[in-house]
């Protein structure tokens, strides 16, 4: 509870300024409504910053706890944290969370900037106000955090990815679905805890996401709405006007993001040939485009050997077109696999480097820890190269054209190998980019 002083002096700026400067710090403390509501202001919240395969682009999305959208919304940024002399407005959309229970949702994105600079800036509704935040432009090397499936409680690599974060370890997150369990729960508030607990993570570091079966309660709808921010980013630059499947550029990557979840879950014909077709012509485009973005990544929540999903169409695709490095979650464990295609297996002699492989590499990123804790699921065991039950998520950098390093952090004590931090780790390399056979 904040003490009446300090509830003073932040009237006090308010009558003075018009605007409240007041969000709570980032800390391990799931806040409550009440935590973001001073001065009769709702003050802005679940900040997120996302990228939109643009360099001089971002996206940022926040929330207020209204029933209608702030009359006035705005982005308030600059080069310098004094002097915030440029203004994006946002798009607000009014969202019924759950049993009449409203939300705004808004977002804005912000073009034109200058590349390799630092930028800061600041969300306002209705003269409600955040505290000043940064991003960077950089275009250069690039290191990522990589998991899914991760979620309110029980989060146990939340403290560690702070920690790496303020070390300076990340420049963007790769959330590979399954968000919060369940964002939808509590008419809504298990998604605003979940979101304002990795605001930390959010506010300054873009956080690319992507859907995943826990997502899937009223069509989709909590992902939808809390994530429209992606459509005008990623959505409309890649060309799939929607947040569900999407690609972005990212330095030297070719990002490809896909819905495994329409197979299950208001299946939709028309939307799975959308899909289908949509990838089918950007990975033909990304292949024209490998001298610039040598590397095809793609993301989803779930592969090929799991429950309730397909990929009769997506696994020719994937390998046609010469997809480097498959990522996913859903089953709660650490899993790397061998090169693998279908029933083919390519079992490179070092089986933490990996040297022109003839298939995609594939990695189950799913235990950053959620209330369903641990699972025992796996891929087919001759595929496996290395796999443990064990909380953690992934580090990973692309070098250059040829090499990328990833590596498996352990943040619990679940794990089958004891004493390590660095759980595993591998270099893929490859010289040959391009389309298979």
């Known amino acids: 509870m904040a003490s009446p002083t300090f509830i003073f002096s932040l009237v006090l700026i308010y009558l003075l300024t018009g605007v409240v400067y007041y969000l709570p710090k980032s800390s391990h403390h799931q806040h409550d409504e009440s935590d973001y509501t001073i001065a009769n202001c709702q003050l802005p919240e679940q900040i997120h910053l996302s990228v939109t395969g643009k360099p001089s682009e971002r996206v940022i999305t926040f929330v207020v706890q209204t029933s209608t959208c702030p009359e006035r919304g705005e982005i308030r940024y600059g080069l310098s944290p004094n002097h915030l002399n440029h203004l994006a407005q946002v798009k607000c959309k009014e969202y019924d969370a759950g049993h009449g229970r409203m939300l705004s949702i808004l977002h804005s994105k912000i073009i034109n900037l200058q590349i390799n600079k630092t930028y800061y800036y600041q969300v306002v509704a209705d003269g409600c106000s955040s505290f000043v935040h940064n991003f960077t432009t950089r275009v250069k090397q690039q290191r990522y955090g990589v998991y899914g499936d991760f979620g309110l409680q029980n989060d146990v690599s939340f403290k560690q990815l ?190 933490n480097r990996f040297v022109n492989p003839k298939y995609a590499t594939v990695l189950v990123v799913g235990s950053p820890g959620n209330r369903e804790r641990i699972s025992h699921g796996s891929a087919p065991h001759k595929a496996v190269a290395f796999s443990d039950q064990a909380y953690g998520y992934g580090h990973m950098i692309v070098h250059n054209k040829t090499h990328l390093y990833w590596k498996w952090e352990l943040t619990g004590t679940e794990s089958l190998t004891k004493g390590a931090k660095v759980l595993d780790e591998m270099w893929l390399i490859q010289e040959h980019h391009g389309m298979r056979n």
């Open 162 to 351: 702070i920690t790496e974060l303020e070390a300076k370890q990340f420049d963007m997150f790769l959330h590979v679905g399954d968000i919060a369990y369940d964002m939808y729960e509590d008419s809504g508030r298990r998604g605003d805890k979940f979101l304002r607990m990795i605001q930390p993570l959010t506010v300054s570091t873009p956080y690319m996401v992507l859907p995943g079966n826990h997502e899937h309660h009223d069509n989709f709808t909590q992902y939808q709405h809390r994530y429209a921010g992606l459509v005008s980013g990623v959505g409309v630059n890649s060309g799939s006007n929607t947040n569900l499947w999407y690609s972005f550029d990212h330095d030297n990557i070719h990002f490809v993001a896909i819905d495994t979840e329409v197979y299950a879950y208001y299946s939709d014909q028309g939307q799975i040939d959308r899909q289908v077709q949509w990838l089918a012509n950007d990975l033909k485009k990304a292949n024209a485009n490998r001298h610039k973005t040598p590397w095809i990544i793609m993301l989803a929540h779930k592969a090929w050997w799991m429950d309730k999903t397909d990929f009769s169409k997506f696994s020719p695709l994937l390998h046609h077109y010469g997809v480097d490095l498959f990522i996913c979650g859903h089953q709660h464990n650490y899993q790397r696999l061998y090169p693998t295609y279908r029933e083919d297996v390519d079992h490179q002699s070092d089986k």
